[in-house]
């Protein structure tokens, strides 16, 4: 990918300050318009961005072109909720009138993740589109095709000027960016490490952040739960994708009394999923994105090994490819506890009370959300209040759902992304108050 120069970079957020000035002024139907167009866009190549994502990350096929059909929807849930979201709100007070409106804050810089290329960018862009700001965008390195396309995918919104520019640039460039007085605020979706960094620099120069990091999900199965519906889910939560993802479910928690049936038909099921050849509709499991990426995740496992953690299915690496892996015998002091592993590994631990499951979820330093798999859903409800995570799923993996807020806390990150709350982020939430 050729990189380009920091006074291209400034140059190009200084041209979005001048589409920022056009694309606010719109109104709102104007903007919702353009998102209709983004979506149909979308639906029409969905088989060439698809092909881009599978080419730059190897994500198999089947799964890319998900990735995309679940951007088109993103889109259809803002096209029908934005007017709504954004309308002005009358709010009591003792003056003759006063009310709440909410209005852009200019040009945003977006700094996103290899894991899902299209994903990750769409819900960050497309609700604040509709609020009316702009974007520049520092994407992954490794994902130089989605990258491209992505800038063509958005700016089908506006014939007549852009409202989203890539900067290739170095990593290390991001902070001289989110100082230029034209950006407003940053949202970055990655590592802790990068998610600190971005936030000292925002903080130097009083700027707005919404960080989406890390995490490290417990999936909590009690012991009545039903368990030919949860397997599957479990091992969905934490295959899918080739592990590559924030809110997989790294830790899965079995209460003690099923703990050996639970693992001997997760170890069955993942032993048929099917794996091999990106291009074909049906692998479930490709090689990830890397080929560094895989001999982290190998290290991380043997040091937990050597700790006395037991592979039981899996633990081989070839290149990029990392075998579908099961581990037990693992401690809450071991490598693939402590750490985010971003890979197909799946750590199995029994407890045998909730408070156990509960102290066990919440021994991490991320919090980004936490299922629970219970016949008891009151049960499981007042549970909920005990964790300390971002977001709290019954019955069900944790998932990115437009209409959902996203978010974490701890080492998680802050801020939110989708739903309603996604539109506030990096609005002026402006009162106008009359005497």
């Known amino acids: 990918m050729h990189t380009i120069s920091l006074q291209q970079a400034f140059e190009k957020t200084e041209k979005m300050q001048q589409s920022f000035v056009r694309w606010k002024s719109l109104p709102l139907t104007e903007r919702i318009t353009g998102v209709k167009k983004i979506r149909q866009n979308l639906l029409d190549n969905l088989e060439h961005y698809a092909k881009a994502i599978t080419e730059d990350m190897h994500k198999p096929i089947a799964q890319s072109k998900a990735e995309v059909k679940k951007c088109a929807y993103l889109c259809d849930y803002y096209i029908d909720n934005a ?159 080739a592990g590559q993802s924030c809110i997989a479910a790294k830790r899965i928690l079995v209460h003690r009394s099923i703990y050996d049936e639970f693992l001997k038909r997760y170890i069955d099921r993942v032993k048929q999923l099917k794996t091999g050849d990106k291009w074909d509709e049906t692998t479930e499991i490709g090689a990830m994105a890397r080929e560094d990426l895989a001999i982290e995740l190998d290290n991380q496992i043997q040091k937990s090994v050597a700790m006395g953690a037991k592979v039981c299915i899996g633990g081989h690496r070839k290149d990029a490819f990392f075998e579908p892996t099961v581990l037990t015998d693992v401690t809450a002091d071991m490598p693939v506890f402590t750490e985010e592993t971003f890979g197909p590994v799946a750590v199995l631990m029994p407890f045998d009370t909730d408070d156990e499951a509960v102290k066990l979820s919440n021994q991490s330093s991320f919090g980004l959300g936490v299922s629970l798999f219970t016949a008891d859903v009151q049960k499981a409800e007042n549970m909920a209040k005990r964790f300390d995570e971002g977001s709290v799923y019954i019955n069900e993996m944790t998932i990115s759902d437009p209409a959902v807020p996203f978010g974490g806390v701890k080492n998680s990150g802050y801020g939110r992304e989708l739903s309603q709350f996604a ?13």
């Not at 925002?202 to 707005?208: P, Q, R, S």
């Not at 539109?423 to 402006?430: G, L, Q, R």
């Open 423 to 435: 539109m506030y982020e990096f609005a002026n939430i402006k009162p106008v108050v009359v005497k």
């Open 83 to 241: 007017q709504h979201y954004l309308q002005p709100r009358t709010i009591e007070t003792g003056w003759s009138k006063s009310y709440i409106t909410f209005e852009p804050l200019g040009v945003l810089l977006g700094v996103m993740p290899w894991n899902y290329p299209f994903w990750q960018v769409f819900r960050f862009v497309i609700p604040n589109l509709i609020l009316g700001n702009t974007f520049v965008l520092k994407h992954a390195s490794n994902v130089p095709l989605s990258a491209k396309l992505l800038q063509e995918a958005v700016n089908v919104a506006c014939d007549d000027y852009p409202v989203y520019l890539n900067l290739f640039l170095p990593g290390k460039e991001v902070s001289e960016v989110i100082a230029h007085s034209v950006v407003k605020a940053v949202s970055l979706t990655g590592s802790e490490a990068a998610g600190r960094s971005v936030a000292e620099t925002a903080g130097k120069y009083l700027k707005k952040c919404v960080l989406e990091l890390g995490g490290s999900n417990a999936l909590i199965v009690l012991n009545d739960a039903d368990l030919d519906k949860t397997i599957d889910k479990a091992v969905q939560a934490r295959m899918q994708n």
